[in-house]
């Protein structure tokens, strides 16, 4: 559904500035969360709350899990991203907050076939839709983090939603459901390299990524797309094909020992168990730090980009660095009763590196090569 209710009391609005050109789609998301508010549903809707006088901002409308709500036309320099220059060549959609998956799967969609038309309408390309946060990276925007906390919480990125207007573009509906959609956990195992996609899809689900044989990946969801063949959804928030010939399927999960990682772009990833990959191949993104957890007890260490091996760590605490742009470069772990374990890093320009175990080296140094993803056994 898509309904036009402008907001005429706004002072935006009502300065009437002109839209010069439309040089790029904005995504933005409130940053409210916790706090859930919708277009215009319930008694504190952003309509009600932008439509009156001293409100000094105004986005071109809002997107929640009913439908598009424009509360201003196109041609209205809208004041939604803090430059001059943005709002007068920029238009930009707030995406509601919601709490639960399926909430944040109808926002997605309506979003991508949103910006999917008006891609169409002013013949712009999907890499010309930016999230707030990118607009500030090239220039003409505040210093915002929006949408990416909000897609990361669910296992998105605005890579994921720029494919998904691309595909949308190329005549997928996002809005079409798949079948039998269902929740569920335990590890596949890749048989032979696959593509990692950023939806339910073969033929229009643009691929992101890779996947490798001897990998294994946590799973928690399975669906049947419209070919009728099965896919997986990965933990790490990917979808992959779950035909058995390139993948095998077993439903439990070793937690003897559990790890996260802390990843370029897409923040705190999911927890995954004993041999699951964390992390991103096929994606260039680097990781920045992990977290290892379990039994027995263990000690880790890192080595991070401008400082090096860092001080070693133990069970369930961070390794690496949070919000400095730091590469991670290699890792060593230890188990404190003198076990097993092995591990290993998928690093740039080499793969997947030789599995090192009980204190290795896993990894490089002094290459300036970043680890994109990290795998841990427990044995």
């Known amino acids: 559904m898509e309904k036009t209710i402008y907001c005429t009391k706004n002072d935006c609005y009502k300065r009437g500035g002109k839209i010069r050109n439309v040089e790029y789609l904005i995504v933005h998301s409130p940053a409210v969360y916790p706090t859930v508010i919708r277009a215009v549903d319930g008694a504190n809707n952003w309509y009600k709350r932008w439509n009156k006088s001293g409100v000094e901002k105004l986005a071109h409308g809002f997107i929640d899990d009913t439908g598009i709500y424009n509360f201003a036309p196109y041609t209205l320099a809208c004041w939604h991203?803090?430059?001059?220059w943005g709002n007068a060549n920029c238009i930009g959609y707030e995406l509601c907050?919601?709490?639960?998956?399926?909430?944040?799967?109808?926002?997605?969609?309506?979003?991508?076939?949103?910006y999917a038309a008006l891609c169409k309408k002013y013949g712009l390309t999907a890499d010309k839709v930016v999230g707030h946060c990118e607009a500030h990276d090239k220039g003409f925007a505040s210093n915002h983090s929006d949408p990416e906390p909000y897609f990361q919480r669910f296992g998105k990125s605005m890579k994921d939603f720029r494919a998904d207007v691309k595909s949308a573009m190329n005549g997928k509906d996002y809005n079409k459901k798949v079948?039998?959609?269902?929740?569920i956990s335990g590890i596949i195992e890749i048989l032979s390299n696959i593509n990692t996609r950023s939806f339910y899809s073969f033929e229009d689900s643009a691929v992101i990524g890779a996947a490798?044989?001897?990998?294994k990946h946590q799973v928690v969801e399975s669906a049947i797309v419209d070919s009728g063949t099965l896919m997986y959804r990965t933990a790490?928030?990917?979808?992959?094909?779950?035909a058995k010939?390139?993948?095998?399927?077993?439903?439990?999960?070793?937690?003897?020992?559990?790890?996260s990682s802390h990843c370029q772009t897409y923040g705190n990833l999911p927890v995954v168990g004993n041999g699951c990959v964390s992390g991103t191949v096929g994606e260039a993104k680097r990781l920045e730090a992990v977290t290892i957890d379990g039994s027995p007890d263990l000690e880790y260490r890192v080595h991070c980009q401008t400082y090096g091996w860092?001080?070693?760590?133990?069970?369930?605490?961070?390794?690496?660095?949070?919000?400095?742009?730091?590469?991670?470069?290699?890792?060593?772990?230890?188990?404190k009763d003198g076990g097993t374990i092995k591990y290993r890093l998928h690093i740039k320009g080499v793969g997947w590196g030789p599995w090192a175990k009980n204190g290795e080296t896993a990894g490089t140094t002094g290459e300036g090569k970043r680890a994109e993803a990290i795998q841990i056994v427990l044995e």
């Open 310 to 335: 860092m001080n070693w760590k133990k069970n369930g605490q961070m390794a690496g660095t949070v919000g400095e742009g730091k590469r991670l470069e290699a890792v060593q772990i230890k188990r």
């Open 212 to 215: 490798y044989a001897g990998e």
């Open 245 to 259: 010939k390139y993948v095998k399927f077993r439903d439990e999960i070793n937690k003897r020992i559990t790890y």
């Open 81 to 84: 991203i803090g430059d001059s």
């Open 97 to 114: 907050e919601l709490d639960t998956k399926a909430e944040f799967e109808k926002v997605w969609n309506n979003a991508v076939n949103h």
């Open 179 to 183: 079948k039998n959609k269902k929740t």
């Open 236 to 242: 790490n928030g990917r979808y992959v094909t779950g």
